[in-house]
T-cell receptor, first 117, second 117 residues
Framework: AQKITQTQPGMFVQEKEAVTLDCTYD???????LFWYKQPSSGEMIFLIY??????QNATEGRYSLNFQKARKSANLVISASQLGDSAMYFC??????????????FGPGTSLSVIP | DGGITQSPKYLFRKEGQNVTLSCEQN?????MYWYRQDPGQGLRLIYY???????QKGDIAEGYSVSREKKESFPLTVTSAQKNPTAFYLC????????????????FGEGSRLTVL
């Protein structure tokens, strides 16, 4: 069963507008972490933002914020004031099994974001 | 500079041949991971390791093998048993986490692109 779901294969956003990329996850671990990564066409993986399951406040990093709704198991990425350079694939990821040999990070299928001038 | 080095960047293989992809890190990270990415797809976990001389199968381990004899190194062998090995392979590392220290993103190498002729 898919543990990370990203329901938007492709998204378009006008430059300077905000956009929300959806992510839902499934885990039975009480302690876990949620990440968002950006992958431009060059293939490199760029870390954007992190949210721990026990963090009370939503994470923010510059123009990126993570809308964490624990009860709904959702961790949506919000990009404010989109720029042309934001055009890329975006992956939601979850780390579970913390502190064990089975500590691993799994990724969702990704959302392709295109920013329109 | 600290980082993760993957080699080779591009590799061509004939059907029936084994090939080994190198991954070396000088970040003093305990955890290392191998992912496979097909065009337009997300990252799928092949193998991961939290400690030297120990590793776990990920979601798509069949046809692959790894070793973790040194903390800095986590080579991946794509064997002839892997039916469709043409893909982009990404190696990553991170600090080990516990339920009480759950912040730690993955650092990625630049990837190795394997093509089977």
């Amino acid at each position: 069963a898919q543990k990370i779901t990203q329901t938007q294969p492709g998204m378009f956003v006008q430059e300077k507008e905000a956009v929300t990329l959806d992510c839902t996850y499934d885990t039975s671990d009480p302690s876990y972490g949620l990440f968002w990564y950006k992958q431009p066409s060059s293939g490199e993986m760029i870390f954007l933002i992190y949210q721990g399951s026990y963090d009370q406040q939503n994470a923010t990093e510059g123009r990126y914020s993570l809308n964490f709704q624990k009860a709904r198991k959702s961790a949506n990425l919000v990009i404010s004031a989109s720029q042309l350079g934001d055009s890329a694939m975006y992956f939601c990821a979850m780390r579970e099994g913390l502190g064990t040999s089975y500590d691993k990070v799994i990724f969702g299928p990704g959302t392709s974001l295109s920013v329109i001038p | 500079d600290g980082g993760i080095t993957q080699s080779p960047k591009y590799l061509f293989r004939k059907e029936g041949q084994n090939v080994t992809l190198s991954c070396e890190q000088n970040l003093n990270h305990d955890a290392m991971y191998w992912y496979r990415q097909d065009p337009g797809q997300g990252l799928r976990l092949i193998y991961y390791s939290q400690i030297v001389n120990d590793f776990q199968k990920g979601d798509i381990a069949e046809g692959y093998s790894v070793s973790r004899e040194k903390k800095e190194s986590f080579p991946l062998t794509v064997t002839s048993a892997q039916k469709n090995p043409t893909a982009f392979y990404l190696c990553a590392s991170s600090i080990s986490l516990t339920p009480w220290r759950s912040t730690g993103e993955l650092f990625f190498g630049e990837g190795s692109r394997l093509t089977v002729l």
